[in-house]
């Protein structure tokens, strides 16, 4: 049913007529400029987000170095916010999500067996005018009064009233993200419905499309309604308005519910295609189809309804009525259900599976269960009652990062490692692969599990001084974190040198891998599917 | 690409096109809708902009509630800003007055306006002001002060789980906002 047997099925003539098929494409900068391939595009989106991942590491860096110890030592607390708003800000909007929207450009045409994106010109300038929107949000850290300090959340008042007067660039920063993922967002649905093989019916989907295809509907969801609260910021700040303002009539509480009506749903757009890789990884290394299919494509769409309804859990400590904590606490539980099924299915795919343990499947199995653990510390702070004792401590930061470094990112780190035979033609190093991944893997853990133990003993987050008896556990955390930082550097190490040669990859070189992807020559040819394969 | 594609591809964009804009409208949408949500269901704090009449018959004498009152500056005002008594007990429906003492620490005229909120937010609808220095702007010369009064009374249905109301009252400075509409003389020294 879930095309297991798809590229038996293929008929194995297309493939030889692609290289035969090209025209001339320029070379050098120019190709890179005015690109409209979706395999350049998407390695562009992928540099592009690695590059981010560096810069907001380094930022990190920075936080964890002033944490090292308890006082101020190295910056200033005005710069120790900016590091922290900066840093998540080019986290989730410049690694995370340009990750995703790179592998979805190389990995969505291949996978319907299309020929490129539906888009493709708009496809260049949506990836294009990324880098200005980050070039704007980085220098604005050097003009007078500094940058963005307000935190990734850029509550009001915070980001009105006490804001530096580069929030303008901020917010300005903020419109050329929103207007690229949107465009992203459209691309993506157009190719999926417009763009799919004959015979590639919905439930034949590969999960990556499918959870993608939610994505996408979530991103247009939601980036217009980030792009009006930026808006509401910039009027409120310089034209007088008072959205947020009580003393014209607006109300900040308001801020912050309409910030997590996008805030929310964007963790699951930061979490879905995730789903989708784990979901093709899992099963090739098990040599086992996917176990529940349908409950995976089922429970990925409860997850994106759902996350429209669980805005507030993110406010319960600002005073709203019983009802509406006890109606946010259950809506937020109930997402775990579906969160559930997942795991299980995975689990379930894992069973009795012959398991093999290369490097895209280690980072599969780290993710299943680091995942899980942050799903764990989530439903801890859906509780309201126990929330009002976590809340903007340490404990939040533990839960977003063992959802979003070793979830999200984990399954990025995978995907890279799965489908590099397929981008470059040759083999990763597996030995270095799986340093990366023990590295990895054992400082995420030193990072940031005991930052559960410092936000239940009341270590407030965003704060660049503690008090004394927080000192051990914060020297612990900091020297994961530069353990963690450092070892990033091997998978650009390893990257490279895949790319410049190794071991030629086979069409194929999982021998449980499924899917269009595979039956097409490794590197795969510039223009893939110009004839649609048969899907049967 | 065939017309009948690019046809459904254009179509398609269109629509998600749509969607976007309608999404951008409805983020500003929110904000009518929070404060007709919050005003109707009563769940933010905020109470009645004007001056309540006095509707209570009875004093519920059966039963005693804790006022307390808080008052606190935003940033830019230079204005000390203190209640007269930080907290009384009432019974529903009894009229109290109290005052605010505000003064001008700067060597400028400024005009201030005092945002209150009420504490539990459900408690709002019930904590009703016959006079309150809230109603209006306040502007004082340069170092000079003035006594504010409130005038209120808790009314006799409040819930039955709600013993203690907070008046919370920010102060802004409004000066260049320029909002002109009947600026209050602070008056009595
Ligand atoms: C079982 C699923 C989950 C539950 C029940 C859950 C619950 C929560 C709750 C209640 C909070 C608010 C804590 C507070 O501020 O006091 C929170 C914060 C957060 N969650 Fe989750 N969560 C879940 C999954 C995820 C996932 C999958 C992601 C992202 C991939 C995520 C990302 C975040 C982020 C980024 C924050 C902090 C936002 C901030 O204040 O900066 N969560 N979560
Ligand atoms: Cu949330």
Redesign the interface.
Known sequence: MNAITREADMDATHIGEHSTHHEEHPTGIKRWLFTTNHKDIGTLYLWFSFIMFLTGGAMAMVIRAELFQPGLQLVEPNFFNQMTTVHGLIMVFGAVMPAFTGLANWLIPMMIGAPDM??PRMNNWSFWILPFAFAILISSLFMEGGGPNFGWTFYAPLST??SPDSTALFVFSVHIMGISS?MG??NV??TI??MRAPGMSWMKLPLFVWTWLITAFLL??????L???VT?VLTDKFF?TS?F????GG?P??FQ??FW?FGHPEVYIMILPSFGIISAIVPAFSRKKLFGYSSMVYATASIAILSFLVWAHHMFTT???VF?ELFFMYCTMLIAVPTGVKVFNWVATLWRGSLTFETPMLFALAFIILFTIGGFSGLMLAITPVDFQYHDTYFVVAHFHYVLVSGAIFSIMAAAYYWLPKWTGHMYSEKLGKLHFWCSVISVNVLFFPMHFLGLAGMPRRIPDYSIQFADVNQIVSIGGFAFGLSQLIFLVVVIKCIRGGEPAPNKPWDGAEGLEWTLPSPAPYHSFSTPPEVK | MTDA?AY??RK??GL??L??????G???A??PL??VL?EK?G????TQSTAAEYKAVTIDTSRTVTVEFMAQT??DMPWVFAPEMKRIQVHPGEVIRTQFHAKNLSAQQIVG?A?PSV????GAAYFHKTECFCFNQQKLDANANAQLPLIFYVDTELPEQISTLTLSY?L?N?TD?G?VDDVEQGAAK
């Open positions: 539906a888009l009233a006490y949107i967002a459209i649905i157009v419905v417009n247009i969801a939601v980036m217009p309604v792009a009006g609260t509401m007088g959205f303002d009580a003393a014209g109300d509480v308001m519910h309409i009506f005073g709203m009525p509406a | 594609k459904s591809n398609l964009i998600l096109l969607g976007c804009v309608g999404m951008f409805f983020g500003f929110l904000v929070y404060d919050c269901l769940i933010n704090g905020k935003q940033k306006q945002i504490s539990p937010g459900q920010t802004y409004i906002k909002y």
